[in-house]
């Protein structure tokens, strides 16, 4: 779909790679896929392409990208949704998901995956266990809300319960769902549907920007949260957001972000060179970037 109109790059050995988004400064994603490519003993350059920076929207940084030559590009918020309908080729999870986080270039066009779902998967699987027959309730409705249901919904939990501020939004995300999932209890709501949704819950998933240093605060009433729940956030920084201090405070089981990010660089990581990286040394490469920033 995109044509390269500018050879930037050709003939250098240097793998390039990126990652679009807008606001992205705060990112670990560089460190972590050059670090990653040290170990490997490629040589791979990893540049953020901000939209705030570059004043570019949509399909316009889509293309921007294309032009610049690269092997390999991650996506954020808020081009998931845009970057799902602008590649040529749909992985099957990203195409059941309906969101495109990892772009891969080649001769034939480009193709999209979505390394979030295996990301958020290991932020399950290591930070809280087995869910299955659990009621969950989840908070945000966009790219990485998408890739975090349909983890969920993997795990055979019993009813999955999606919340957005915009109800159509929810209700979207939750029909696709339904699509992907037939025999599970989804059901969508807003602010309104909270207390319902809440009655049973045994596990609660942020997958908003709520919780953010850009968006403080936190998408659901302390009063909520109890002893025995896990709560689960899509975001890394701050290491502890509003919903996982009182969810931890109400002796709750909680886990960050971290993890995803780590699962879904390696997934992409591997997408872009065709090496599987050290998912252990990537972890320690986080967990040491974290304590720089403190």
């Given amino acids: 779909?995109?044509?390269?109109?500018?050879?930037?790059?050709?003939?250098?050995?240097?793998?390039?790679?990126?990652?679009?988004?807008?606001?992205?400064?705060?990112?670990?994603?560089?460190?972590?896929?050059?670090?990653?490519?040290?170990?490997?003993?490629?040589?791979?350059?990893?540049?953020?392409?901000?939209?705030?920076?570059?004043?570019?929207?949509?399909v316009d940084m889509l293309q921007y990208a294309a032009d610049m030559r690269l092997v390999g590009a991650n996506v954020t918020q808020p081009f998931k949704e845009v970057a799902f309908h602008s590649v040529d080729d749909l992985d099957p999870v990203a195409e059941?998901?309906?969101?495109?986080?990892?772009?891969?270039?080649?001769?034939?066009?480009?193709?999209?995956?979505?390394?979030?779902?295996?990301?958020?998967?290991?932020?399950?699987?290591?930070?809280?266990?087995?869910?299955a027959g659990g009621r969950v309730v989840q908070f945000g409705a966009g790219g990485a809300g998408a890739a975090a249901a349909f983890a969920t919904l993997e795990r055979d939990v019993e009813q999955l319960w999606i919340i957005d501020l915009?109800?159509?939004?929810?209700?979207?995300?939750?029909?696709?769902?339904?699509?992907?999932?037939?025999a599970m209890q989804i059901r969508s709501g807003d602010r309104d549907q909270v207390a319902e949704a809440m009655k049973a819950a045994t596990g609660v998933i942020n997958a908003s920007t709520m919780g953010a240093a850009a968006h403080p605060g936190t998408p659901l009433p302390p009063e909520h949260l109890r002893e025995g729940m896990w709560v689960a956030d899509v975001l890394y920084a701050p290491a502890e957001t509003?919903?996982?201090?009182?969810?931890?405070?109400?002796?709750?089981?909680?886990?960050?972000?971290?993890?995803m990010l780590v699962h879904q660089a390696a997934c992409s990581f591997q997408l872009f060179h065709h090496v599987q990286p050290d998912i252990s040394a990537m972890w320690a490469d986080f967990q040491s970037l974290i304590a720089e920033r403190r």
Wanted: without cysteine; neutral net charge.
């Fill in 1 to 58: 779909m995109f044509e390269r109109r500018r050879r930037v790059g050709d003939g250098v050995s240097v793998r390039r790679t990126a990652l679009l988004g807008g606001g992205i400064s705060y990112s670990l994603s560089p460190a972590l896929h050059e670090r990653a490519a040290k170990r490997a003993n490629i040589d791979v350059s990893y540049v953020l392409l901000d939209a705030e920076v570059e004043n570019l929207t949509g």
């Fill in 96 to 131: 059941a998901v309906g969101a495109v986080n990892t772009i891969v270039y080649g001769p034939n066009g480009t193709q999209g995956f979505n390394t979030d779902v295996d990301g958020f998967g290991a932020e399950l699987d290591d930070g809280i266990g087995d869910i």
């Fill in 166 to 182: 915009d109800l159509s939004k929810a209700a979207r995300l939750a029909e696709r769902m339904s699509r992907a999932f037939p």
């Fill in 242 to 259: 509003a919903l996982l201090r009182d969810a931890r405070v109400r002796g709750a089981t909680t886990v960050n972000g971290g993890r």
